[in-house]
């Protein structure tokens, strides 16, 4: 499939205003992304996702490597290639709190370029998709905060872009409103043929919404897979053991020697096994005790364990 962003090899390094001390956050990211795909940017904090989100919609410029968005180079052609783009970076900070949500959308409607005829039209119909026609008349500073996202997501849409970048579209918003910002950015991929790339830590949006992720660790790409087949991956090493009483100290040390990737809630461990012969080795520790097991059943993989695992192993390589 054609690809509308082709990163390569990108660098940045920031240095330090008082100490001129430098500090490579990017060291060679590459990827591409195909039109119509929503692909998650993940990675632990500090890993350099909204560096490289910055740098494809031309708030950086890399000190090596280039973007290019539908064949138009970031820097060179930077008109060009932003014509495609839209961002939301810091969700409700782009928007303005002492106007209403309705007199955000028409300023920046006429901001980026809407036709002055075309604008009532254009934003009655986002405020319909974005369910917020009954908050139009409201001051932002009112609205809560999962409404202020979803308002900062629909002035993103105002542009109709090929390209919508998201910096954390969901951070800080409950289980409803994160559920249904990713309804809505399924809807727009779909029914519009967006191309959308989501940095997050949130796990069930890429799980849930993301066909591809790309992972990046200490400024570089550690995976770049579908999500689906990541999961496959990750299915057989992934087991649950119900005990009938606590482990010893003892136990538990030889378990978080052999088994790092291991979590308890209550007396159920839910373990990640390098391979599947190594479920003898985690039975004999509650053998040697005689702790009885109640249980042992393969668990659900769930993109956090996948996620967790890739950056561990890629630590200690
Ligand atoms: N303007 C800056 N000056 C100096 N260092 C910076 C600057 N911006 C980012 N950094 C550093 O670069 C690294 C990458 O930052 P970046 O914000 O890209 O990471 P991130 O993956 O988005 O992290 P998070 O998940 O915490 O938002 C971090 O160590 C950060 O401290």
Redesign the pocket.
């Known amino acids: 499939m054609e690809s509308i962003i082709k990163v390569n090899g990108i660098q940045k390094t ?3 205003r008082k100490t001129k001390e430098e ?1 490579k ?2 060291k060679g990211v590459s990827f591409e992304v195909a039109k119509g795909e929503i692909v998650g940017l993940l ?12 740098t494809i919609c031309g708030l950086l410029v890399p000190d090596e490597g280039s973007v290019t968005i539908n064949g138009h180079d970031s820097v060179r052609d930077r008109n060009k290639a932003l014509r495609h783009i839209s961002a939301v970076l810091e969700g409700n900070r782009n928007i303005y709190w002492r106007l209403t949500v309705q007199e955000n959308m028409q300023y920046f409607a006429g901001n980026r370029g809407v036709r002055k005829k075309e604008i009532r039209e254009r934003v009655a119909e986002l405020l319909k998709l974005f369910r917020l026609e009954d908050k139009k008349n409201e001051l932002v500073n009112n609205l809560s905060r999962g409404m202020q996202q979803k308002l900062a997501i629909c002035v993103a849409m105002l542009a109709d872009t090929d390209v919508i970048l998201l ?2 579209p969901t951070l800080g918003l409950d289980v409803e409103t994160g559920y249904e910002v990713r309804e809505l950015l399924r809807k727009i991929a779909s029914e519009q043929g967006k191309t959308i790339i989501i ?1 997050t ?1 949130d796990m069930p949006v890429v799980q849930d919404l993301c066909e591809r992720t790309i992972i ?1 660790n200490e ?1 570089k790409v550690i995976a770049d897979d579908r999500v689906d087949h990541l999961l496959q991956l990750f299915e057989t090493s992934a087991y649950q053991i119900h005990v009938k009483e606590s482990i010893s100290d003892q136990q538990q040390e030889v378990l978080t020697r052999q088994f790092p990737l291991h979590s308890w809630e209550g007396l159920k461990l839910q373990v990640n096994l390098g391979q599947e012969q190594d479920i003898y080795d985690l039975v004999e520790i509650f053998k040697r005790e005689q702790t009885p097991i109640e249980t042992v059943t393969r668990s659900e993989v769930n993109f956090e364990q996948v996620f967790r695992k890739l950056v561990k192993e890629e630590v200690a390589s």
């Open positions: 920031y240095k330090k500090f956050a990017v990675g632990p904090n500090g890993a350099g996702k909204t560096t490289t989100i910055k910096d954390e940095s830590h990046i400024g």
